[in-house]
């Protein structure tokens, strides 16, 4: 997956990695709660024991190689793999707890907003030719390109699960249900992988902010609809880190139309 991530356009790969992870997960979601026979499967055993080993390994190992990445699409594909490792820890949890698939929604939506918005600025640095952007490219880029920059670094803080972000009310949110399901030994071990996933996007933050520009400014402009997305991502992702209440309102709706 991640070197069909890293061969396609920019914006096709923003594509896979929010709408078809979205598309899958509301469908699972939507088999789960549907019949007797869903409620079945997420009651026995071995769908738990399934679920809790594709949920570590998928976390575990989406973060540990992400951290070897400097090409930036490759990066965000191994930490596209992490992401679904944390969401099924809530479809873990669903059954077990009051809360339901409403922590897997919110989740789900607020990691489609951060990454769409940062794989649209990779679309913007990379220009016309859709040039592979490696670490290296970016830095400095907070001196050349400073709202970029700042934007960039909203979706990775987000992305990392620090507040005030969407990513930590969304992960939070998760971890509570897990945690109400029993699911304690794994909320750790999935916090311990989610640290080690600060390490990779601070990285990105250090080389964009505390190394000095390398090669000339770009003289070309940002494309509006370019613009727009990164603005109303950049804003969802800090008004729901902000104010979460009204999203976890709306994720608890949303499920209760996927069951219908």
Not at 174 to 185: E, G, I
Request: charge should be positive; include cysteine.
């Amino acid at each position: 997956m991640p070197d069909v991530y890293e061969g396609a356009p920019t914006p096709i790969t923003g594509f896979m990695t929010t709408g078809v992870k979205a598309a899958s997960f509301a469908t699972f979601i939507r088999v789960l709660m549907g019949t007797g026979f869903g409620s079945e499967i997420t009651h026995s055993a071995n769908f738990e024991n399934i679920m809790w080993v594709l949920a570590l390994a998928t976390m575990f190992i989406g973060n540990v190689i992400a951290l070897t990445q400097t090409q930036l699409k490759r990066m965000l594909a191994y930490s596209s793999i992490a992401h679904t490792g944390y969401l099924l820890v809530g479809l873990l949890a669903a059954p077990h707890t009051d809360l339901g698939y409403a922590p897997v929604v919110l989740y789900l939506v607020t990691y489609s907003v951060m990454n769409l918005g940062a794989f649209a600025i990779l679309t913007v640095l990379s220009g016309k030719s859709d040039t592979r952007l490696n670490l290296s490219d970016l830095s400095g880029l907070s001196q050349k390109h400073p709202w970029i920059a700042f934007a960039l670094a909203v979706f990775f803080f987000s992305m990392a699960g620090i507040p005030p972000t969407a990513g930590f009310a969304a992960k939070y949110y998760l971890f509570y249900s897990a945690v109400q399901a029993k699911f304690l030994w794994l909320v750790v071990l999935a916090v311990l992988c989610s640290a080690i996933s600060v390490y990779f996007y601070l990285r990105v933050l250090v080389q964009m902010y505390m190394r000095d520009p390398v090669g000339s400014e770009s003289e070309g402009t940002t494309p509006a609809w370019s613009a727009f997305v990164v603005a109303l991502t950049v804003a969802l992702t800090l008004q729901v880190g902000l104010m979460p209440s009204k999203m976890v309102d709306l994720s608890k709706r949303v499920v209760e139309t996927l069951k219908q």
